[in-house]
Structure formats: structure tokens, C-alpha cells
């Protein structure tokens, strides 16, 4: 067999070295024709020399075709050219006899064309010829009898385009779509550098404009001093921008994507709807490929079972099918929601990129009256996917190292930045692997910086919780039931002058009187009967690597994380929740009831997609932004190819938000987490404590071990008695498997 293949490479080599060699030849020919040269139509003596490449042969055939086809000629190397790089780079090519047909009457049709276009003709060193030979004119004579000059003009159009589209298999509506879109983009993009342009020229004009003021104002400023303004000069950290002052970022920070169709030809997705067919036959399973609709990244085959059969039978032959097809893998949607078909998602030869501008540079996500809009990435027929997080309200996310999954949580965070002021969106960032949400530090959306210690983690969700509580109290006060009511509620009464002087008295007597600020959150006035009302933002959790937390303090993190995806979504605050090992004991049972919306990259196993979807599928991923989301309010999986952002657009985007302010971090979390370490070592007081420290001291050596033996309790308990005695000098620290050194004597009966 593997001798037949090599056999067959190598008469398909030759086949192409000739065919080479036919489109040099004749090139040269036509190249070199010369009309003093030997030919059917003029003698010369036999010792005249020829001035053609090719000698007597090639001034002869350049005569030849040159007056009868005219300048048409030249698509013959052309042609020859074309055969020879099919013939190498596709081993089973054949020249098929409609093309041959096909290319006949395009060459005809173009020396039509040339003569209609050249009625006069043309000259070659001094030999008057006709543009499209004898041929060429000849037809257009014919045809401007029937037609005239008009109809003759139609005609040979038409025929061109047939020919063409016959000859080169090219669609003339994708071509034509592919022409309007790339205007399209070409006129957005000057429109876009336009409005920068004059939104920088009205900045700039709008400064000049405003300087006198800033000189004016400490003269003012002197002739009526006003102390209560100075006493809050401290605030100035805490700043935050007005709309009118802070400046969105601006789509051309993305790069521009390089568009490729990669889409399957015609014949491949027939060949491939046969071998469907044929293999599902061959084990006994009757079935036809009713549709078949090519996307970017696979290709959904619609596959009509025949009665009475039993639909596991298809999802059994997964495995068969992708052997039979020489795809990677496969994935059988049985059935498709709302038809009575089976879907089979084959991958492309060929994967397409999509680019996050792709996805931002949309309508949907344009017009989206959401402040937290997130780009997914198009869906699997190629349409942009955007997602509202206020809807879900929370996510979970799930997939392998390398799958995609922090690619796509910098494009959530990225499409959140377009569209959301710092005022409007805070972000509360967790990353312990101290990598991916880093490069966010310092921008003026942050809440508080990024947070990178587990324990501290902790802290903060136990924080966030403590907030939800407090926003509840706040929205209630005024008898609104959601953050965006309330802030609507505000912003209608902010334009009273009343409401606004009441305002700035609440504030002043809170900050002067510090006893009437509450004491778990330091928030002033919310111990008086008179709750401190200002604009509540949303408040985006993101958690990079939920694995890391769990390990250290799962029982809190479980307890802070329900209790958010519970409450948080009336207050404004929301989760994004991403791991890389979906096991139980880190997605468990309650932590999974309560985040509905969830997206799977590729996992390692059928037991993790079940883990994080609740079915099979995810294992079947292409990897590389290649997902599985279950959309808010509906448990019909939707496969999404996520949108790629890189480091260099994140880079842009955050240093264009990071020259406008700088970050307003929330003081009473600072405080919130030195209140509970202090809570925790108090908690750590334990009723054998004293026990504990006379017996190290009279053993003169300590271990957990050691306290857990003597004592008979569980290590757990052992664990935090050591750690308390290593907090308060009396055992040293830990020195590998070596017991720990007791700094005390031995204590005095």
C-alpha cells in the first residue's frame, strides 16, 4: 500500500515538472514574439535568425496564438502554471475535462472582451494585430448582430463571472460581502481617528479655557476662607473622576485581526456527509446528513437517524467516527434542542482565530445598555456571543493549563474597561498564582489591590460579605429593591438643592462625631437613625484560582462564597470564579447549586466536565479558547470560541486607563482584615493551652505529634496549640522533620 502511495506521488511530481515546464515555454514564446520572425503568415530566408527565446518553434506558436487569440494568449502558461502547483501540492488532482471546457470558453470570452474593448486594435513593434485575434473578433461581430453593443457588453460579462467562478471556485456573494466589510472597517477606522482627534483637540481647548480659572481661585479663596474644606483635603486619595473628565478606552487599542477564511470547501463537507453516512452503515445505524452548516473553528453535521433507531447507538461511535473522519475528536449533541436531529461538531482542518476587537466591534456589545457587558468569543456558526454578568449574576469557570481559561477571563476584565468608568464598576481581584491579574494593579477601577496571599483572601471575602449586609441596609433605607434602583433613586434626588445640602450636613456631623460611625465597617452615620446615602457601584469579585484558596481555608471560603452568590446580586456585587482542577472538593456541592452559569474549557477527563457542566462533552474541547457555556436561566449548552486578547493590548489598555487617575483603594477593608486577624488569635485561645506549654517545657522538645499523643486530641487542634506557642515565643519555628526547640524553662511546681 504505503509503495502504491509513493508511486502515485511521484507520477504526480512528474505530471507537474511537465506542466512547468509547458508554462515556461510558452511564457517565453509569447514574451519574445517578434512579428519579423519566421511564421505561417510571413517567409523569411532560411539563414535569417530568429529573434524568439524558443527558436523556429516559438516564433512559429507565438504567430499563431498571438493572431488568433490576441493578447488572450497569455492565459495559456497561465493555465499551465496553475495545473503544475496543483499537481504538487495536492496528490490526488486531475485534470477534469469540465475545466478544460471551463478554461476554453474563459479564453474565449477574454479575447471577446479585448476585441470590444480594442475595436481599433493594437500595435506590436510596428504590427498592427487585432486585441483579441481572429478569434476574438469574430465573436464580437457575432454577437453585436444579435445583441448590439449593450446585450454584447452583458454577455461577455456574464459568461466571464461563470467562467471565472467555475475555474478558481470562489463564491461571488462572500467576495462581494468580503469587499463591503473590509470598506466598512476602513471607513470605522477613520471615523474613529477622527472623533480622537477632535475629542483631544476639544480637551486641549477646554484646558486653555479653564487656566484662568485655576488662577483665580486661591485669590477667591483668601477672602473667605473656609476651614471645613481644608479639614477634608486628606480625601484627595481617594478621588474618583467625574464622567465628564474620564475618557473610555478607545476600540483602536485592540490590534486589528487578519482575517482568514478557513471555512471547508463544498466538496469536503459532501465528502465528509458520505463518509458519515457510510460509517454509521457500516455498524448497523441507518442515517442521512439532512444539513450541514461550516463555522469557523468545526462544522455542524445534522444528522437524521432512521425510525427506530435508538440514539445512544450514534453516541456510542464517537470514538469510530473521529478515527473514520481524521479529526481530532469529536462531540455528538444528541439531540439538537427543538429538532428532531442529532448534531456532530467535526473541527476544521483549518482553525480561524477571533480576536477580541472582533467581538467588541459589534452592535450588540456597542448598544448594550449593561455596565457589565463581557465578550465570550463567537459561537459556532461564527456570530459574536455577549454576555451579561448583572443577568448571570455570578460565573464559574473551568478548564485545563492551556485551555484557554486566563485568556478569557483578560478578555472579560478587557470588555468590562470599555465600557464601565471607575465610579461606575470596581473590581476586587484575588490571584494567589500571582500572574494573570497582576499587570490590573494600579488602575483606578480597583477597589484594593491585587490580592495575592490565600489568608488575606480569606479576609476579603469575608469583607465582601460584611459589605453585601451593608448595602442591603442602605438600599433599603430607601425603600429600593436592586443597586440600580437605588442609584437611580439617588441621581433624582442628588438634583435637588435640599437633598444635596443634606448631604453635605450628614457627611460633616459623621466625620466630626468619629462615635457615630459603625464600628464593624467604619463607614460613617450608620448608627444614626439617618443612613449615609452616596452612589453605590458595582462590584466585580474575581478569583483566579479557586484551588488555592480551598486548600487553605476551605470551610470559610466555601461559607463567604455561598453566601455572596446567594445575596450579592441585589447589592451590585458579582463573582468570576475560574479553576483549573474541577474536582468535587474544590467545586463542591454548594458552591456548585448556587453558580448556575457556568463555562467549561477542555478538562482532562468525563468526570470533570460532569463535575462542572453536569454532562459529558467538555473532554471533546479543541483547547486554545475552545468552550462549553450554560447560559443564565437555561441549562442548553452553547459551544463559544473565546476571543484572544494579548499582552500588549492589555498592556495599552491599561496604561491609557492608568494616565487618567490613579486608584481609590477602600481604606475599611485594611482595617476589616487586621480586625479579624486579631478575632482569629483570639479564637485561638484553647482550654488545654496551659496544659500544652507545661508539658513542651517539662519535655523540652514540641511537635504537633508530640501535643496530639499526650494530650489525645486531633491534630487540627495540636496544629493551631503549636502555631499559638510559635506567635508567643515559646517553641521556635519549624525545622523540618526535627522537633520544634522550647525557648522556656521548665515551669515551678
Known amino acids: 500500500m504505503e509503495e502504491k502511495i509513493k508511486t502515485k506521488k511521484r507520477n504526480q511530481e512528474i505530471k507537474g515538472l511537465i506542466f512547468l515546464a509547458l508554462a515556461i515555454i510558452f511564457l517565453l514564446c509569447l514574451v519574445s514574439y517578434h512579428p519579423e520572425d519566421p511564421s505561417f503568415t510571413r517567409f523569411v530566408p532560411e539563414d535569417t535568425p530568429t529573434q524568439n527565446f524558443m527558436g523556429y518553434i516559438g516564433s512559429y506558436t507565438a504567430d499563431s496564438l498571438i493572431r488568433l487569440l490576441g493578447f488572450g494568449s497569455f492565459l495559456l502558461p497561465l493555465l499551465f502554471l496553475l495545473f503544475s502547483l496543483k499537481y504538487f501540492l495536492r496528490p490526488a488532482f486531475i485534470v477534469k475535462k469540465g475545466r478544460v471546457l471551463s478554461f476554453v470558453v474563459f479564453v474565449l470570452t477574454v479575447a471577446g472582451l479585448l476585441s470590444l474593448i480594442f475595436n481599433s486594435g493594437v500595435t506590436i513593434r510596428g504590427e498592427p494585430l487585432q486585441a483579441g485575434g481572429l478569434i476574438g473578433s469574430s465573436i464580437v461581430k457575432i454577437l453585436l448582430y444579435f445583441f448590439n453593443i449593450v446585450g454584447t457588453y452583458v454577455v461577455l460579462i456574464v459568461l466571464f463571472l461563470i467562467t471565472l467562478i467555475l475555474l478558481v471556485e470562489f463564491s461571488l456573494v462572500s467576495l462581494t460581502e468580503r469587499f463591503f466589510q473590509s470598506s466598512l472597517n476602513i471607513f470605522s477606522l477613520i471615523k474613529e481617528q477622527i472623533a480622537a482627534f477632535f475629542s483631544f483637540l476639544f480637551r486641549h481647548l477646554k484646558k486653555e479655557r479653564k487656566a484662568p480659572a485655576v488662577i483665580e481661585k486661591p485669590v477667591m479663596a483668601g477672602k473667605k476662607p473656609r476651614p471645613r474644606k481644608i479639614e477634608q483635603a486628606h480625601f484627595d486619595f481617594t478621588r474618583t473622576l467625574s464622567d465628564s473628565k474620564y475618557e473610555l478606552p478607545p476600540i483602536t487599542l485592540l490590534e486589528e485581526s487578519q482575517h482568514k477564511d478557513t471555512r471547508v470547501k463544498r466538496d469536503n463537507l459532501i465528502t465528509n456527509s458520505r463518509i458519515l453516512e457510510k460509517k454509521l452503515a457500516d455498524f448497523g445505524v441507518m442515517a442521512r446528513v439532512t444539513e450541514v452548516i461550516p463555522g469557523p473553528v468545526i462544522t455542524m453535521y445534522e444528522v437524521e437517524p432512521a425510525p427506530g433507531v435508538k440514539i445512544n447507538r450514534i453516541t456510542n461511535l464517537a470514538d469510530d467516527l473521529a478515527l473514520a473522519l481524521m479529526a481530532p475528536s469529536i462531540r455528538i449533541i444528541a439531540p439538537i434542542p427543538g429538532k428532531s436531529v442529532i448534531g456532530i461538531e467535526i473541527p476544521n482542518l483549518k482553525r480561524e482565530h477571533v480576536f477580541l476587537k472582533d467581538v467588541l466591534d459589534n452592535d450588540d456589545f456597542q448598544e448594550s445598555p449593561s455596565k457589565l457587558p463581557i465578550a465570550l468569543g463567537v459561537n459556532f456558526v461564527g456570530a459574536p456571543v455577549i454576555a451579561d454578568l448583572a443577568r448571570m449574576p455570578h460565573l464559574l469557570i473551568a478548564g485545563t493549563t492551556g485551555s484557554g481559561k486566563s485568556v478569557a477571563l483578560n478578555a472579560m476584565i478587557c470588555s468590562i474597561l470599555f ?8 473590581f ?31 479576609q476579603v471575602l469575608r469583607w465582601t460579605v460584611e459589605e453585601v449586609e451593608r448595602r442591603y441596609r442602605v438600599i433599603s433605607d430607601v425603600g429600593a429593591k436592586s443597586i440600580d434602583f437605588y442609584n437611580a433613586l439617588l441621581a433624582k434626588g442628588s438634583k435637588s438643592k435640599a437633598f444635596q445640602q443634606a448631604m453635605e450636613q450628614q457627611q460633616e456631623e459623621a466625620w466630626h462625631n468619629p462615635e457615630l460611625a459603625n464600628p464593624a465597617t467604619g463607614t460613617p452615620g450608620e448608627n444614626r437613625n439617618e443612613i449615609n446615602h452616596a452612589k453605590l457601584p458595582y462590584i466585580v469579585v474575581i478569583i483566579d484560582e479557586l484551588a488555592d484558596l480551598m486548600m487553605v481555608a476551605p470551610r470559610d471560603v466555601e461559607e463567604s462564597l455561598t453566601r455572596l452568590a446567594q445575596m450579592a446580586r441585589a447589592a451590585g456585587i ?22 448556575p452559569t457556568r463555562i467549561s474549557f477542555q478538562v482532562s477527563s468525563k468526570i470533570d466536565s460532569r463535575t462542572i457542566i453536569d454532562q459529558q462533552g467538555a473532554e471533546q474541547l479543541l483547547g486554545a479558547g475552545d468552550m462549553l457555556f450554560i447560559p443564565p436561566g437555561t441549562f442548553k449548552l452553547s459551544r463559544i470560541h473565546g476571543a484572544y486578547v494579548s499582552d500588549k493590548e492589555i498592556s495599552r489598555i491599561v496604561d491609557f486607563i492608568k494616565m487618567q487617575a490613579q486608584p481609590s483603594y477602600d481604606s475599611t477593608i485594611e482595617e476589616f482584615q487586621v480586625a479579624a486577624t486579631q478575632a482569629q488569635h483570639e479564637d485561638d485561645d484553647d482550654s488545654k ?17 508530640l501535643v496530639q499523643r499526650y494530650m489525645k486530641i486531633g491534630y487540627n487542634r495540636a496544629a493551631r496549640i503549636i502555631e499559638q506557642m510559635e506567635r508567643e515565643g515559646i517553641v521556635g519555628p519549624s525545622d523540618g522533620a526535627k522537633p520544634r526547640k522550647v525557648l522556656v524553662r521548665k515551669l515551678p511546681r
Do not use: C, W
Open 419 to 426: 465600557r464601565a468608568r471607575p465610579d461606575d464598576v470596581k
Open 574 to 595: 458579582h463573582l468570576i470564579i475560574a479553576t483549573q482542577r474541577p474536582s468535587v472538593d474544590v467545586i463542591t456541592g454548594l458552591i456548585k447549586a448556587n453558580f
Open 689 to 705: 493551652y496551659d496544659e500544652a506549654v507545661a508539658l513542651v517545657s517539662e519535655l523540652g522538645q514540641a511537635s504537633i505529634s
Open 428 to 458: 476586587l481581584m484575588i490571584d494567589p498564582k500571582r500572574l494573570e491579574l497582576s499587570s490590573y494593579g494600579g488602575i483606578p477601577h480597583l477597589i484594593h489591590p491585587v490580592v495575592v496571599d490565600p489568608k488575606k483572601a480569606s
